[in-house]
Nanobody, 121 residues
Framework: QVHLVESGGGLVQPGGSLRLSCEASGSIFSISTMGWYRHAPGKERDLVARITGSGLTNYADSVKGRFYISRDNAKRTVYLQMNSLKPEDTATYYC???????????????WGQGTQVTVSS
């Protein structure tokens, strides 16, 4: 069975940086797109950034130039480098993986358990 395990959240001051990681565990053959979403209280869960297996990326307008997504296919891991953090970046960040082929079969999409990012002085 495939699981997504996130790490790297925490409390940071405005202007600071954090790096989130998400590792897909299990007997995995391939994963298509991986990405990060966030959910702030009272708001919808929104896309932050995503990256295809070939490295194509797209970002929410609110994070362009500040956040950078990358992935290590050999490690089945996706990263989100977050710089110049703002209080409005405060949210629970969720990892997402799409079109996963594993020894257990095919999964259209999986979510991680979420990691809290709080930006406050």
């Amino acid at each position: 069975q495939v699981h997504l395990v996130e790490s790297g959240g925490g409390l940071v001051q405005p202007g600071g940086s954090l790096r989130l990681s998400c590792e897909a565990s299990g007997s995995i053959f391939s994963i298509s797109t991986m990405g990060w979403y966030r959910h702030a209280p009272g708001k919808e869960r929104d896309l932050v950034a995503r990256i295809t297996g070939s490295g194509l990326t797209n970002y929410a307008d609110s994070v362009k130039g500040r956040f950078y997504i990358s992935r290590d296919n050999a490690k089945r891991t996706v990263y989100l480098q977050m710089n110049s953090l703002k209080p409005e970046d405060t949210a629970t960040y969720y990892c997402n993986a799409q079109d996963i082929y594993s020894s257990g079969g095919f999964s259209r999409g999986l979510w991680g358990q979420g990691t809290q990012v709080t930006v406050s002085s």
